[in-house]
Structure formats: structure tokens, C-alpha cells
């Protein structure tokens, strides 16, 4: 029994093994663009979760400020000290520059 192989000239094997070396680039290429991809929806939906319970957080803090805020009054500020105060303000009446024609 005979065994045919395939002769290729020296141009055709050159040729042949920078194909195969492109097929491998391109290859190697298409994994790393797949596997930042994923890489990157992952960090996507991760950031979006992270950024519903901050303003879940958020939200609830406000809640409880302003429960807070409407349980003072003015009977309260008396009993912890604070007073009422008649405060005087000036007002600038100072010289004005006028140019009379």
C-alpha cells in the first residue's frame, strides 16, 4: 500500500503556516473580546444592584430624618435648654455713588 502526502513547495508552506498563525491571533482575539464582554456585563449588573440598595439605604435614612425632624418642637427645644431669641439686623444704608448728568 502506497501513502500520498501532500508536497508543498516552500512559498506554499510559508504561506500555509501564516495563515494558520493569522486563524490563531484572530482566535485568541475573539476570546478575549468575549471574555471581556462578559466580564464587563457582569460588573454592569453588579454596579446596579450596589447603586438600588444605596438609594434603598438612602431612602429608608430619609424616612427616619424626617420622623426625627417632626417630632421637635417648640415645647421640646424649652425643656432641652434652648430659648428664643429677638435678633436685631442692620441693614446697609450707606453713601451711594451717583452721577447726575
Not at 450596589?50 to 424616612?63: F, V
Request: glycine share 4%; net charge neutral.
Amino acid at each position: 500500500m502506497t501513502t500520498k502526502t501532500l508536497d508543498l513547495n516552500n512559498i506554499e508552506r510559508k504561506i500555509f503556516w501564516a495563515l494558520l498563525a493569522l486563524l490563531g491571533i484572530v482566535s485568541a482575539f475573539y476570546l478575549y473580546s468575549v471574555l471581556s464582554l462578559t466580564l464587563a456585563v457582569v460588573d454592569r449588573n453588579d454596579m446596579n444592584r450596589r447603586a438600588h440598595e444605596i438609594a434603598n439605604s438612602a431612602g429608608i435614612l430619609e424616612a427616619e430624618y424626617l420622623a426625627q425632624a417632626n417630632s421637635v418642637t417648640l415645647a421640646y427645644a424649652q425643656n432641652l435648654g434652648f430659648r428664643e431669641v429677638n435678633a436685631k439686623f442692620t441693614g446697609d444704608n450707606g453713601a451711594r455713588l451717583s452721577v447726575a448728568r
